[in-house]
C-alpha cells in the first residue's frame, strides 16, 4: 500500500476543510484511516485507487496519521502532521528564486530560519508529455539548512502568516523560471478559451509525432530542459538576415536620418511599438570639444539586447552577440574608438541592434542610463552621456514566431501548452489548500499582455473548478519595475499586463494584485527583496488593504479629482512631491500633472497645457519608481488609467 508522495512526515494540512488522503492499496479493499482523534474509511477501486477524506478541523498538532489496507494489513504511519494553513506558490522565475539566490538579504533570513511550523513541499520540475501521477517531493521542516532551496516571496509570505495566526503554515511550491500563464492552465481551460481551442488541437498530434521520439537518447526518457531549448532554437532560428542598413549607408555621418522615429534611450523598441524581435538601428549625433579630436575614446553603451554591430563615424568598433545567445541580453557593452576616427563637433555613433527571439527579452539599447557613456581614455574632460534622444529604424520584423512555438514543443519542454499543470499542479489536485499565490507574467509582458487578462481569468477559473473546493482563496503579484524608470510610456507592455492583472481580479472577485511598483531593479528581472512582497502577500491572506485603488476620476473645470478605495487608511506621498501622474485632454496627448492630495481617498490633477483634462495614468510606464502615492501604511498606489467623467 502507497499513500500519494504528497503525504509524508511533517506534512501540513489545511484546517477548517475536509481533508482528502489518496494512494493505492489491494483492489477493492477497505481501507481505514486515522487522524489524531478522527477516523475514516473507504474501499478501493478495482485499481486499487482509494481516496479518504477525514472532516475539517481546527488547528492542532503534531498528529499521526495511519492509513491501512484491511486485506492486506499492510499500513503506513505518517509522524509530525500539523493541522494549518497551505498555500500553493505558483509561477515563473520571480516565484522560483529561491532564498539563496537573493544574495545578502537571502542569508540574513536563511540564518534566522529555526521555524518548526514553516514547512515546504517542493514539486520537482519536469516536462512529461503526457504528465504524471505522483509530485515526488518531500515536506521540509524550515531550518537553517533547509530554507535556502525555498521560493523567497513564498518563504516571506509564510513566516509573516505564521506570526500572525500561530498555527502551521504549509507551502507547495510549483514553480518554473521563464515559463509562460499558457502553460499554467489545464487542456480543458486552454479549451475553453477561443483564442486557444485551434492551438490545442493543433499541438496534440504534433506532441506526439514519431520523428520527435526518435531523436531521443535509449537510455533517457527525455531531454533535458535545456538542451531541448537550446535544439528548439538552432532548428527554428536561422542567422540574422543580410544586413541592408549597412549597405544603404546607416552608419555614415552623412547619411540622411532626419525622416527616422526618435526614441529616448536606454528603452526596448517595445516603448517605441515594435512587439516583436528584429533587427533595429539607432542614431545619435554627438559633439565633441576640439581637444578631443584624435584622442583615443572609450565607448559604454550599457547592455544591448541581444547582439549588436557597433559603429563610429560609419567605422566598425566592436560587436557583441549574434542577436540569439540569450546570455548576450544583459551584458554590459564596452568598446574602443581609436582617436583616428574622432573629430571635433559632430561625430556620429550607430548602432545595429539585433534580438531574434523575443521571448526572455524584447531588443534595444536597455541601458541603465548610467553605464552610457563616451569617455576619453586618458580620462581627460567630463565624459558624455549617451542616454537620450537617439534615432531609431527597423531593419527587419522577425516576429513572434518564436515565442508562439515554443508553446508547441511538448516533450521536455517547459513553457509548452498545459505542461506546467500537467506536470506539476494536477499531481498535487486534490490536496485541501486555502488557495494560492501566483507570481507570473514576465514571459507574457512582450508579446501577449493583450492576452492576459482572459488567461489569468480563465486560470483562476480552471484551478476553482479543479480543486472543487466551496473556498478557494487566489493572490496574485503584480509585476515589479523593470528596465529605465520613466514617468509615462503610452506603449508600455508591462503597464497592461499590470493591468490585465488588475482586472482579472476583478473579473473572478479575487482580491486586488499586490503592487510591487516601488520595489523593482532597473536591470534585474528578479528584484531581491522579497520580504515586502511576502509581507503584502500575508496581509491579502487576512483580508486586508493591498494599498489604494482608482475608483473614479472626474474633471471639475481645469483640473481632475481621482477618488481611491483606501481600506480606511488615508493617502500620503512618500517624499516631498507627488508625482506619477499623467493627465490628457481629447487630443489624447499625456501632459505631466501636478498633483496634490485633496483629502484621505482624493488626489487632484492639474497641467498648464491640458486646459480641459479628459483623462488619467498613473505608473504607466515599465519602471514607475518616481510613482510614490501610498496609503498610511506605506502600501503604493496601484497603476491605473482612467477616462473622466464630468461633475
Not at 496534440?204 to 526518457?221: T, V
Not at 494536477?426 to 486555502?434: D, F, K, L, S
Amino acid at each position: 500500500m502507497k499513500l500519494a508522495t504528497i503525504f509524508c512526515d511533517h506534512a501540513v494540512l489545511q484546517q477548517k476543510k475536509n481533508i482528502p488522503v489518496w494512494g493505492t492499496a489491494t483492489p477493492l479493499a477497505r481501507i481505514a484511516g486515522r487522524l489524531g482523534n478522527t477516523e475514516a474509511v473507504t474501499v478501493a477501486g478495482d485499481d486499487g485507487r482509494f481516496r479518504l477524506y477525514f472532516p475539517a478541523q481546527t488547528p492542532v498538532g503534531p498528529l499521526i496519521l495511519e492509513v491501512q489496507d484491511l486485506t492486506s494489513h499492510e499500513k503506513v504511519t505518517l509522524t509530525d502532521v500539523y493541522i494549518g494553513e497551505v498555500w500553493l506558490a505558483a509561477g515563473q522565475s520571480n516565484m522560483e528564486l529561491t532564498l539563496a539566490g537573493t544574495g545578502e538579504l537571502g542569508a540574513a533570513t536563511i540564518a534566522a530560519a529555526d521555524r518548526p511550523l514553516v514547512r515546504f513541499y517542493v514539486v520537482p520540475v519536469t516536462a512529461y508529455p503526457s504528465g504524471r501521477s505522483e509530485a515526488g517531493g518531500t515536506w521540509t521542516v524550515s531550518t537553517p539548512a533547509a530554507a535556502g532551496a525555498f521560493s523567497a516571496v513564498a518563504y516571506h509570505f509564510a513566516e509573516q502568516r505564521q506570526r500572525d495566526t500561530g498555527m502551521a503554515v504549509g507551502i507547495i511550491q510549483a514553480a518554473c523560471g521563464g515559463t509562460n500563464i499558457e502553460a499554467w492552465l489545464s487542456r480543458g481551460a486552454l479549451l475553453r478559451l477561443n483564442d486557444y481551442e485551434a492551438e490545442v488541437e493543433q499541438y496534440d498530434p504534433a506532441g506526439c509525432a514519431p520523428e520527435l521520439f526518435a531523436r531521443y537518447p535509449d537510455n533517457r526518457a527525455l531531454f533535458d530542459r535545456g538542451q531541448r531549448e537550446v535544439d528548439f532554437w538552432k532548428r527554428r532560428f536561422l542567422p540574422l538576415p543580410e544586413n541592408v542598413g549597412a549597405e544603404r549607408g546607416w552608419q555614415r555621418p552623412d547619411y540622411d536620418d532626419s525622416a527616422w522615429e526618435r526614441m529616448e534611450l536606454p528603452d526596448s523598441w517595445t516603448m517605441a511599438g515594435y512587439n516583436h524581435a528584429g533587427v533595429f538601428w539607432f542614431r545619435l549625433s554627438i559633439d565633441l570639444p576640439s581637444d578631443w579630436a584624435g584622442k583615443d575614446l572609450e565607448l559604454d553603451l550599457g547592455a544591448v539586447d541581444k547582439g549588436d554591430i557597433t559603429f563610429f563615424n560609419g567605422e566598425f568598433v566592436g560587436a557583441t552577440g549574434d542577436g540569439l545567445e540569450m546570455q548576450c541580453w544583459q551584458e554590459f557593452r564596452h568598446y574602443s574608438v581609436p582617436g583616428k576616427l574622432v573629430k571635433p563637433g559632430r561625430n556620429l555613433l550607430a548602432v545595429r541592434a539585433a534580438s531574434a527571439v523575443s521571448i526572455c527579452a524584447d531588443g534595444g539599447l536597455i541601458g541603465p542610463a548610467s553605464k552610457m557613456w563616451l569617455r576619453r581614455r586618458d580620462k581627460q574632460g567630463a565624459a558624455i552621456p549617451l542616454a537620450g534622444v537617439w534615432k531609431l529604424k527597423m531593419e527587419h520584423d522577425l516576429g513572434i514566431d518564436g515565442a508562439e512555438k515554443m508553446r508547441l514543443l511538448g516533450a521536455g519542454e517547459c513553457h509548452s501548452l498545459h505542461m506546467m499543470f500537467d506536470n506539476l499542479i494536477a499531481p498535487v489536485i486534490p490536496y485541501a489548500v486555502r488557495g494560492a499565490v501566483w507570481y507570473q507574467g514576465e514571459a507574457n509582458a512582450i508579446c501577449g499582455a493583450g492576452r492576459y487578462r482572459s488567461l489569468l481569468g480563465g486560470l483562476i477559473r480552471d484551478w476553482r473548478r479543479q480543486w472543487a473546493q466551496r473556498e478557494y482563496d487566489f493572490l496574485t503579484v503584480q509585476l515589479p519595475g523593470f528596465q529605465e524608470p520613466r514617468l509615462y510610456s503610452e506603449l508600455s507592455t508591462w503597464a497592461q499586463l499590470r493591468e490585465a492583472q488588475e482586472l482579472a481580479t476583478i473579473d473572478c472577485g479575487t482580491p486586488p494584485p499586490i503592487t510591487t511598483i516601488d520595489g523593482g531593479d532597473i536591470f534585474d528581472l528578479h528584484p531581491k527583496d522579497k520580504r515586502p512582497v511576502g509581507a503584502r502577500l500575508a496581509r491579502a491572506a487576512a483580508g486586508q488593504s493591498t494599498g489604494p485603488r482608482a475608483k473614479t476620476a472626474v474633471r471639475h473645470g481645469h483640473s481632475l479629482r481621482v477618488t481611491f478605495v483606501t481600506g480606511g487608511s488615508a493617502l500620503q506621498v512618500r517624499g516631498d512631491r507627488l508625482d506619477g501622474f499623467v493627465i490628457a485632454g481629447n487630443d489624447g496627448v499625456y501632459q505631466p500633472a501636478e498633483a496634490r492630495i485633496r483629502d484621505s481617498e482624493t488626489v487632484e490633477l492639474t497641467s498648464a497645457s491640458v486646459p480641459a483634462p479628459e483623462r488619467v495614468c498613473y505608473a504607466w510606464t515599465n519602471n514607475p519608481s518616481m510613482a510614490n502615492l501610498t496609503d498610511a501604511d506605506g502600501l503604493p498606489a496601484a497603476p491605473f488609467r482612467l477616462e473622466a467623467a464630468r461633475a
